[in-house]
Protein backbone atom coordinates (compact mmCIF):
# COMPACT_ATOMS: atom_id res chain seq x y z
CA UNK A 1 0.00 0.00 0.00
CA UNK A 2 1.12 3.37 -0.53
CA UNK A 3 1.27 6.30 1.59
CA UNK A 4 -1.13 8.41 -0.30
CA UNK A 5 -3.32 4.95 0.17
CA UNK A 6 -2.58 4.83 3.87
CA UNK A 7 -3.66 8.16 4.42
CA UNK A 8 -7.22 7.61 2.06
CA UNK A 9 -7.71 5.12 4.40
CA UNK A 10 -6.99 6.26 7.61
CA UNK A 11 -9.19 9.10 7.12
CA UNK A 12 -12.12 7.01 5.57
CA UNK A 13 -11.75 5.14 9.20
CA UNK A 14 -11.38 8.72 11.32
CA UNK A 15 -15.02 9.33 9.02
CA UNK A 16 -16.37 6.02 9.57
CA UNK A 17 -15.64 6.57 13.30
CA UNK A 18 -17.09 9.71 13.63
CA UNK A 19 -20.52 8.72 11.57
CA UNK A 20 -20.33 5.90 14.46
CA UNK A 21 -20.14 7.84 17.19
CA UNK A 22 -22.62 10.14 16.19
CA UNK A 23 -25.35 7.28 15.42
CA UNK A 24 -24.11 5.78 19.18
CA UNK A 25 -24.86 9.12 20.36
CA UNK A 26 -27.65 9.91 19.05
CA UNK A 27 -29.30 6.16 19.73
CA UNK A 28 -29.65 6.03 16.30
CA UNK A 29 -29.32 2.54 14.44
CA UNK A 30 -26.27 1.12 12.98
CA UNK A 31 -27.02 -0.68 9.35
CA UNK A 32 -24.64 -4.01 8.29
CA UNK A 33 -23.62 -1.18 5.44
CA UNK A 34 -22.40 1.35 8.21
CA UNK A 35 -18.67 1.41 9.20
CA UNK A 36 -18.06 0.45 12.51
CA UNK A 37 -15.29 -0.80 14.80
CA UNK A 38 -13.75 -3.87 15.01
CA UNK A 39 -14.30 -4.65 18.53
CA UNK A 40 -18.27 -3.50 18.22
CA UNK A 41 -18.23 -6.26 15.24
CA UNK A 42 -16.91 -8.83 17.26
CA UNK A 43 -18.86 -8.64 20.17
CA UNK A 44 -22.30 -8.73 18.36
CA UNK A 45 -21.18 -11.58 16.67
CA UNK A 46 -20.28 -12.88 20.04
CA UNK A 47 -23.80 -12.30 21.49
CA UNK A 48 -25.76 -12.78 18.62
CA UNK A 49 -24.37 -16.23 17.83
CA UNK A 50 -23.97 -17.22 21.10
CA UNK A 51 -27.76 -16.55 21.34
CA UNK A 52 -28.77 -17.80 18.00
CA UNK A 53 -26.85 -21.15 19.29
CA UNK A 54 -28.72 -21.23 22.61
CA UNK A 55 -32.22 -20.79 20.84
CA UNK A 56 -30.94 -24.29 18.60
CA UNK A 57 -29.79 -26.00 22.13
CA UNK A 58 -32.42 -24.85 23.70
CA UNK A 59 -35.06 -27.03 21.95
CA UNK A 60 -33.76 -30.08 23.41
CA UNK A 61 -34.58 -30.19 26.72
CA UNK A 62 -37.95 -29.44 25.32
CA UNK A 63 -38.29 -31.73 22.34
CA UNK A 64 -37.28 -34.65 24.84
CA UNK A 65 -40.78 -34.40 26.24
CA UNK A 66 -42.89 -34.07 23.02
CA UNK A 67 -43.66 -37.55 22.33
CA UNK A 68 -44.39 -37.79 26.45
CA UNK A 69 -47.07 -34.24 26.88
CA UNK A 70 -49.93 -35.44 28.49
CA UNK A 71 -52.40 -34.79 26.04
CA UNK A 72 -52.83 -34.33 22.14
CA UNK A 73 -53.21 -30.09 22.88
CA UNK A 74 -50.34 -30.06 25.27
CA UNK A 75 -48.14 -32.04 22.44
CA UNK A 76 -49.38 -29.78 19.51
CA UNK A 77 -48.51 -26.95 21.69
CA UNK A 78 -45.09 -28.14 22.54
CA UNK A 79 -44.77 -28.74 19.13
CA UNK A 80 -45.21 -25.26 18.13
CA UNK A 81 -43.43 -23.74 21.18
CA UNK A 82 -40.11 -26.23 19.56
CA UNK A 83 -40.69 -25.37 16.11
CA UNK A 84 -40.52 -21.46 17.06
CA UNK A 85 -36.92 -21.90 19.33
CA UNK A 86 -35.62 -23.20 16.05
CA UNK A 87 -37.31 -19.97 14.32
CA UNK A 88 -35.34 -17.56 16.47
CA UNK A 89 -31.99 -19.70 16.09
CA UNK A 90 -32.52 -19.00 12.26
CA UNK A 91 -33.24 -15.04 12.57
CA UNK A 92 -30.38 -14.42 14.47
CA UNK A 93 -28.06 -16.59 12.67
CA UNK A 94 -29.15 -14.17 10.10
CA UNK A 95 -28.56 -10.92 11.62
CA UNK A 96 -25.13 -12.58 12.79
CA UNK A 97 -24.14 -13.52 9.50
CA UNK A 98 -24.83 -9.79 8.34
CA UNK A 99 -21.71 -8.60 10.50
CA UNK A 100 -19.37 -10.94 7.91
CA UNK A 101 -19.08 -14.23 9.51
CA UNK A 102 -20.81 -17.10 7.65
CA UNK A 103 -23.29 -19.03 9.37
CA UNK A 104 -21.18 -22.76 8.89
CA UNK A 105 -18.30 -21.18 10.78
CA UNK A 106 -20.59 -19.95 13.36
CA UNK A 107 -22.58 -22.88 13.55
CA UNK A 108 -18.84 -24.76 13.32
CA UNK A 109 -18.19 -23.38 16.80
CA UNK A 110 -20.96 -24.71 18.21
CA UNK A 111 -20.53 -28.07 16.72
CA UNK A 112 -16.65 -27.76 18.07
CA UNK A 113 -17.98 -26.73 21.43
CA UNK A 114 -15.69 -23.39 20.68
CA UNK A 115 -19.07 -21.88 21.14
CA UNK A 116 -21.18 -20.71 24.52
CA UNK A 117 -24.82 -21.40 24.65
CA UNK A 118 -26.85 -20.61 27.62
CA UNK A 119 -26.35 -22.62 30.40
CA UNK A 120 -29.90 -23.41 31.70
CA UNK A 121 -29.59 -25.37 28.52
CA UNK A 122 -27.11 -27.67 30.30
CA UNK A 123 -29.64 -28.67 32.83
CA UNK A 124 -32.45 -31.87 32.35
CA UNK A 125 -36.42 -31.75 32.07
CA UNK A 126 -36.81 -34.70 34.00
CA UNK A 127 -40.81 -34.22 34.36
CA UNK A 128 -43.77 -33.20 32.62
CA UNK A 129 -43.48 -30.10 35.37
CA UNK A 130 -40.42 -29.17 34.35
CA UNK A 131 -41.62 -28.40 31.14
CA UNK A 132 -43.84 -25.59 32.80
CA UNK A 133 -41.04 -24.38 34.65
CA UNK A 134 -38.67 -23.87 31.79
CA UNK A 135 -42.04 -22.04 30.12
CA UNK A 136 -43.01 -19.61 32.93
CA UNK A 137 -39.31 -19.24 34.50
CA UNK A 138 -36.67 -19.45 31.53
CA UNK A 139 -38.85 -18.22 29.10
CA UNK A 140 -39.66 -15.33 31.88
CA UNK A 141 -35.95 -14.73 32.44
CA UNK A 142 -35.41 -14.59 28.74
CA UNK A 143 -38.26 -11.63 27.93
CA UNK A 144 -36.72 -9.74 30.70
CA UNK A 145 -33.40 -9.55 28.93
CA UNK A 146 -34.80 -9.45 25.46
CA UNK A 147 -37.16 -6.89 25.37
CA UNK A 148 -34.30 -4.14 25.81
CA UNK A 149 -32.22 -6.02 23.15
CA UNK A 150 -35.11 -4.65 20.81
CA UNK A 151 -33.77 -1.69 21.43
CA UNK A 152 -30.35 -2.91 20.97
CA UNK A 153 -27.83 -0.22 18.38
CA UNK A 154 -27.18 -2.90 16.16
CA UNK A 155 -30.64 -2.65 13.70
CA UNK A 156 -30.41 -6.30 12.35
CA UNK A 157 -30.67 -7.79 16.03
CA UNK A 158 -33.32 -4.97 17.38
CA UNK A 159 -35.78 -5.84 14.37
CA UNK A 160 -35.05 -9.96 15.05
CA UNK A 161 -35.85 -9.48 18.75
CA UNK A 162 -39.33 -7.62 18.14
CA UNK A 163 -40.74 -10.91 17.13
CA UNK A 164 -38.87 -13.65 19.32
CA UNK A 165 -40.32 -11.35 21.78
CA UNK A 166 -43.54 -11.65 21.17
CA UNK A 167 -43.48 -15.23 20.95
CA UNK A 168 -41.68 -15.76 24.12
CA UNK A 169 -44.94 -14.27 25.18
CA UNK A 170 -46.56 -16.68 24.66
CA UNK A 171 -44.04 -19.35 25.27
CA UNK A 172 -44.29 -18.01 29.15
CA UNK A 173 -48.04 -18.16 29.46
CA UNK A 174 -48.00 -21.51 28.35
CA UNK A 175 -45.16 -22.52 30.94
CA UNK A 176 -47.28 -20.82 33.31
CA UNK A 177 -50.83 -22.10 32.11
CA UNK A 178 -48.81 -25.92 32.54
CA UNK A 179 -47.74 -24.95 36.54
CA UNK A 180 -51.79 -23.32 37.29
CA UNK A 181 -53.13 -26.75 36.20
CA UNK A 182 -50.49 -28.91 38.24
CA UNK A 183 -50.44 -26.63 41.34
CA UNK A 184 -54.29 -26.92 41.43
CA UNK A 185 -54.29 -30.52 40.74
CA UNK A 186 -53.72 -33.06 43.10
CA UNK A 187 -51.30 -33.31 46.42
CA UNK A 188 -48.66 -35.66 43.41
CA UNK A 189 -49.19 -32.58 40.98
CA UNK A 190 -48.45 -30.18 43.27
CA UNK A 191 -45.41 -31.31 44.51
CA UNK A 192 -44.30 -32.41 40.99
CA UNK A 193 -44.84 -28.13 40.10
CA UNK A 194 -42.62 -27.35 43.10
CA UNK A 195 -39.89 -29.53 42.53
CA UNK A 196 -39.59 -28.31 39.09
CA UNK A 197 -39.40 -24.34 40.81
CA UNK A 198 -36.58 -25.55 43.08
CA UNK A 199 -34.04 -26.85 40.11
CA UNK A 200 -35.16 -24.23 38.19
CA UNK A 201 -35.32 -21.09 40.40
CA UNK A 202 -31.16 -20.64 40.66
CA UNK A 203 -30.24 -21.81 37.11
CA UNK A 204 -32.92 -19.17 35.67
CA UNK A 205 -31.84 -16.47 38.28
CA UNK A 206 -27.73 -17.25 35.97
CA UNK A 207 -29.49 -16.46 32.70
CA UNK A 208 -28.47 -13.35 33.15
CA UNK A 209 -24.83 -13.50 33.44
CA UNK A 210 -22.51 -13.04 36.18
CA UNK A 211 -22.59 -10.26 38.87
CA UNK A 212 -21.77 -7.06 37.34
CA UNK A 213 -18.39 -6.45 39.01
CA UNK A 214 -17.28 -9.87 37.47
CA UNK A 215 -18.74 -9.27 33.56
CA UNK A 216 -16.32 -8.34 31.47
CA UNK A 217 -18.70 -7.17 28.73
CA UNK A 218 -20.66 -5.54 30.42
CA UNK A 219 -19.98 -2.07 30.33
CA UNK A 220 -18.58 -1.47 26.76
CA UNK A 221 -21.66 -3.02 25.88
CA UNK A 222 -23.96 -0.68 27.25
CA UNK A 223 -21.65 2.06 26.48
CA UNK A 224 -22.31 0.93 22.95
CA UNK A 225 -26.16 1.12 23.43
CA UNK A 226 -26.02 -3.16 22.64
CA UNK A 227 -26.86 -3.70 26.08
CA UNK A 228 -29.46 -0.94 27.78
CA UNK A 229 -29.24 -2.32 31.29
CA UNK A 230 -26.79 -4.82 33.60
CA UNK A 231 -27.08 -7.93 34.63
CA UNK A 232 -27.51 -7.26 38.18
CA UNK A 233 -30.17 -4.97 36.99
CA UNK A 234 -32.19 -7.11 34.78
CA UNK A 235 -31.96 -10.11 37.59
CA UNK A 236 -33.58 -7.93 39.53
CA UNK A 237 -36.08 -6.93 37.70
CA UNK A 238 -37.03 -10.76 37.27
CA UNK A 239 -37.23 -11.73 40.75
CA UNK A 240 -39.78 -8.85 41.39
CA UNK A 241 -41.95 -9.85 38.28
CA UNK A 242 -41.66 -13.52 39.45
CA UNK A 243 -42.13 -13.53 43.08
CA UNK A 244 -46.13 -12.61 42.31
CA UNK A 245 -46.22 -14.61 40.16
CA UNK A 246 -45.33 -17.61 42.57
CA UNK A 247 -47.97 -16.60 45.04
CA UNK A 248 -50.17 -16.41 42.47
CA UNK A 249 -49.64 -20.24 41.54
CA UNK A 250 -49.64 -21.55 45.20
CA UNK A 251 -46.00 -22.14 44.62
CA UNK A 252 -42.77 -20.74 46.51
CA UNK A 253 -39.08 -20.44 46.17
CA UNK A 254 -36.74 -22.30 47.89
CA UNK A 255 -34.35 -19.37 49.11
CA UNK A 256 -34.27 -18.21 52.60
CA UNK A 257 -33.11 -14.72 51.58
CA UNK A 258 -35.93 -13.70 49.21
CA UNK A 259 -38.27 -11.03 51.22
CA UNK A 260 -39.06 -7.40 50.11
CA UNK A 261 -37.01 -4.50 51.25
CA UNK A 262 -39.09 -1.49 51.51
CA UNK A 263 -36.26 0.32 51.41
CA UNK A 264 -34.74 -0.66 48.40
CA UNK A 265 -38.71 -0.71 46.79
CA UNK A 266 -37.42 -4.67 45.27
CA UNK A 267 -37.06 -7.91 46.62
CA UNK A 268 -33.44 -9.00 48.22
CA UNK A 269 -32.71 -12.74 46.73
CA UNK A 270 -29.85 -15.19 48.18
CA UNK A 271 -26.41 -15.54 46.86
CA UNK A 272 -26.67 -17.71 43.66
CA UNK A 273 -24.18 -20.23 42.87
CA UNK A 274 -21.57 -19.13 40.63
CA UNK A 275 -19.18 -21.84 41.30
CA UNK A 276 -21.46 -23.97 39.51
CA UNK A 277 -22.56 -21.43 36.78
CA UNK A 278 -18.90 -21.45 35.82
CA UNK A 279 -18.54 -25.05 35.76
CA UNK A 280 -21.38 -25.47 33.37
CA UNK A 281 -20.12 -22.90 31.00
CA UNK A 282 -17.13 -24.56 30.90
CA UNK A 283 -18.69 -27.41 30.36
CA UNK A 284 -19.34 -29.48 33.44
CA UNK A 285 -23.00 -29.26 33.77
CA UNK A 286 -25.43 -32.64 33.99
CA UNK A 287 -26.55 -32.00 30.11
CA UNK A 288 -23.18 -30.26 27.94
CA UNK A 289 -21.51 -33.42 26.61
CA UNK A 290 -25.36 -34.80 25.79
CA UNK A 291 -26.58 -31.26 24.45
CA UNK A 292 -23.61 -31.29 22.04
CA UNK A 293 -23.70 -35.21 21.21
CA UNK A 294 -27.36 -34.80 20.05
CA UNK A 295 -26.40 -31.65 17.89
CA UNK A 296 -23.50 -33.21 16.59
CA UNK A 297 -25.36 -35.68 15.40
CA UNK A 298 -28.49 -33.98 14.44
CA UNK A 299 -25.89 -31.98 12.39
CA UNK A 300 -24.81 -35.04 10.64
CA UNK A 301 -28.02 -36.55 9.87
CA UNK A 302 -29.41 -33.13 8.16
CA UNK A 303 -26.14 -33.31 5.90
CA UNK A 304 -28.37 -34.39 3.19
CA UNK A 305 -30.41 -31.79 3.29
CA UNK A 306 -27.39 -29.29 3.33
CA UNK A 307 -26.57 -31.30 -0.09
CA UNK A 308 -29.53 -31.42 -1.74
CA UNK A 309 -29.97 -27.86 -0.93
CA UNK A 310 -26.71 -26.71 -2.50
CA UNK A 311 -27.59 -29.00 -5.47
CA UNK A 312 -30.58 -27.60 -5.98
CA UNK A 313 -29.42 -24.08 -5.99
CA UNK A 314 -26.53 -24.92 -8.36
CA UNK A 315 -29.61 -26.18 -10.53
CA UNK A 316 -31.19 -23.01 -10.48
CA UNK A 317 -28.35 -21.06 -10.58
CA UNK A 318 -27.11 -22.83 -14.16
CA UNK A 319 -30.44 -22.71 -15.52
CA UNK A 320 -30.84 -18.71 -15.01
CA UNK A 321 -27.18 -18.22 -16.90
CA UNK A 322 -29.20 -20.23 -19.72
CA UNK A 323 -32.03 -18.48 -19.40
CA UNK A 324 -29.45 -15.15 -19.92
CA UNK A 325 -27.29 -16.73 -22.12
N1 LIG B 1 -24.67 -18.88 29.96
O1 LIG B 1 -19.46 -10.21 30.34
P1 LIG B 1 -20.71 -11.00 30.44
C1 LIG B 1 -33.84 -18.58 25.18
C2 LIG B 1 -20.76 -15.65 29.36
S1 LIG B 1 -32.25 -18.43 24.67
C3 LIG B 1 -23.51 -19.06 29.28
O2 LIG B 1 -21.77 -10.55 31.37
P2 LIG B 1 -22.38 -10.36 28.15
C4 LIG B 1 -34.60 -19.81 24.96
C5 LIG B 1 -20.65 -14.53 28.36
O3 LIG B 1 -21.00 -14.96 27.07
C6 LIG B 1 -31.50 -17.46 25.96
N2 LIG B 1 -22.57 -18.10 29.18
O4 LIG B 1 -21.29 -11.20 28.95
C7 LIG B 1 -34.25 -20.71 23.99
C8 LIG B 1 -19.21 -14.13 28.52
O5 LIG B 1 -18.35 -15.03 27.84
P3 LIG B 1 -17.61 -14.65 26.44
C9 LIG B 1 -30.18 -16.91 25.55
C10 LIG B 1 -22.84 -16.93 29.78
O6 LIG B 1 -22.43 -10.87 26.78
C11 LIG B 1 -34.93 -21.91 23.86
C12 LIG B 1 -18.95 -14.35 29.99
O7 LIG B 1 -19.92 -15.27 30.43
N3 LIG B 1 -30.25 -15.47 25.65
O8 LIG B 1 -34.26 -17.69 25.75
O9 LIG B 1 -22.17 -8.89 28.34
C13 LIG B 1 -35.98 -22.24 24.72
C14 LIG B 1 -19.03 -13.08 30.80
O10 LIG B 1 -20.36 -12.52 30.79
C15 LIG B 1 -24.02 -16.68 30.46
C16 LIG B 1 -29.30 -14.68 25.14
O11 LIG B 1 -28.33 -15.15 24.59
C17 LIG B 1 -24.96 -17.71 30.55
N4 LIG B 1 -26.11 -17.58 31.21
O12 LIG B 1 -23.75 -10.70 28.90
C18 LIG B 1 -36.36 -21.32 25.68
C19 LIG B 1 -29.54 -13.20 25.26
N5 LIG B 1 -23.97 -15.41 30.94
O13 LIG B 1 -18.72 -14.51 25.42
C20 LIG B 1 -35.68 -20.10 25.81
C21 LIG B 1 -28.49 -12.36 24.59
C22 LIG B 1 -22.81 -14.91 30.57
O14 LIG B 1 -16.94 -13.32 26.66
N6 LIG B 1 -27.29 -12.28 25.36
N7 LIG B 1 -22.11 -15.81 29.88
O15 LIG B 1 -16.70 -15.79 26.17
C23 LIG B 1 -27.11 -11.41 26.36
O16 LIG B 1 -27.97 -10.64 26.73
C24 LIG B 1 -25.75 -11.37 27.02
O17 LIG B 1 -24.82 -12.01 26.16
C25 LIG B 1 -25.72 -12.03 28.42
C26 LIG B 1 -24.26 -12.00 28.94
C27 LIG B 1 -26.59 -11.23 29.38
C28 LIG B 1 -26.19 -13.48 28.38
Redesign the pocket.
Known amino acids: MTSQQTTANQEEITAGQERFNELIEADSRVEPTDWMPAAYRKTLT??IS??AH??II??QP?ANWITRAPSLKRKAILMAKVQD?AG?GLYLYSAAETLGTPRDELVQQLLDGRA?????FNYPARTWADIGA?GWL??GA?IC??VP?CRASYAPYGRAMVRICKE?SF?QRQGWEILYELSHGTPAQKQMAQEAINRFYGPAL?????PDDD????QQ?MEWNI?RFS?DELRQRFVDMIVPQAEALGLTFEDPDLKWNEERGHYDFGELDWEEFKSV?KGNGPCNEQRLQRRNQAHDEGAWVREAAAAFAEKYHHNDTALVA
Not at 116 to 120: L, V
Not at 206 to 210: E, I, K, L, S, V
Open positions: RQQHSEGMEEHKYSSIIVDANQLEHQMFGPSPNSSKNI
